[in-house]
């Protein structure tokens, strides 16, 4: 389809794309065990879902009053990711529905990715769902000095998505789609629109979305579009 107003759309990855924050909690739950810390479900959907690997073992460090070396922290980090690759080694964890809209909206307009995970995660994922080379840009954990929720991310994959176009875009008309908080405070501070899916926290728990749906199943580029245009017509 051709969108009028809608120019480019920024995905985060994981509860968006992947439904892989189970496996990012049961990981970091391994992973912390180790060193005799205990993360329960509730906390981490309430505390520390939004940052990436980093952000949240500091985070989960100083709310605990665990100081934690550079080695320390790069140490648990390697052990998370070690445990991460081998639950998700050979299973498809793309949401129903997801691989099909990032199809559609790969074939109207630019698409990236902004997202805390680490890069060789989200590249394994979306080489095994047939959708790796759907993407103008990737923004990984790393690429940016600071995680969400600072804008940095979302900042960074739109100024790439302009290079790509070859012509400045609208952030007014470009959305990002998101599954937190975090990632909404991010996206909005970086002057993009906001969409929430419900796949990790109920609607009420995602101010900042203008648009509230269970996920990309349940999202049409229409609905996108109309967006797009509601502060942008003449």
């Known amino acids: ?117 680490l890069r060789h995660e989200i590249d394994g994922i979306v080489a095994g769902g047939g959708i790796a080379d759907l993407f103008s840009t990737i923004v990984a954990s790393g690429d940016t000095p600071e995680g969400k929720p600072s804008p940095a991310p979302y900042l960074l994959a739109f100024h790439r998505l302009c290079e790509a176009a070859g012509t400045p875009l609208d952030s007014r008309r470009c959305v990002a789609i998101e599954d937190s908080r975090w990632g909404l405070d991010s996206a909005g501070s970086a002057g993009l629109r906001c969409v929430g899916v419900t796949s990790s926290y109920a609607a009420h728990e995602l101010p900042g979305a203008e648009l509230v749906v269970p996920g990309l199943h349940a999202l049409t580029l229409e609905m996108l579009d109309r967006l797009c245009s509601q502060d942008n017509r003449s």
């Open 1 to 117: 389809m051709k969108t009028d107003f809608l120019q480019a759309i920024i995905f985060d990855f994981d509860g968006v794309i992947a439904n892989s924050e189970p496996l990012h909690l049961r990981a970091f739950q391994l992973a912390l065990a180790e060193e005799n810390i205990i993360l329960t479900p509730s906390e981490y959907y309430a505390r520390y879902l939004g940052f990436d690997d980093v952000g949240a073992f500091a985070a989960i460090a100083r709310d605990r009053g665990t100081p934690m070396t550079d080695r320390q922290m790069t140490a648990l980090v390697a052990r998370k990711a070690a445990i991460m690759q081998e639950m998700m080694h050979g299973d498809s964890v793309l949401f129903p529905g997801a691989r099909d809209f990032v199809r559609r909206a790969a074939a109207t307009v630019p698409i990236a990715i902004a997202s805390g995970a």
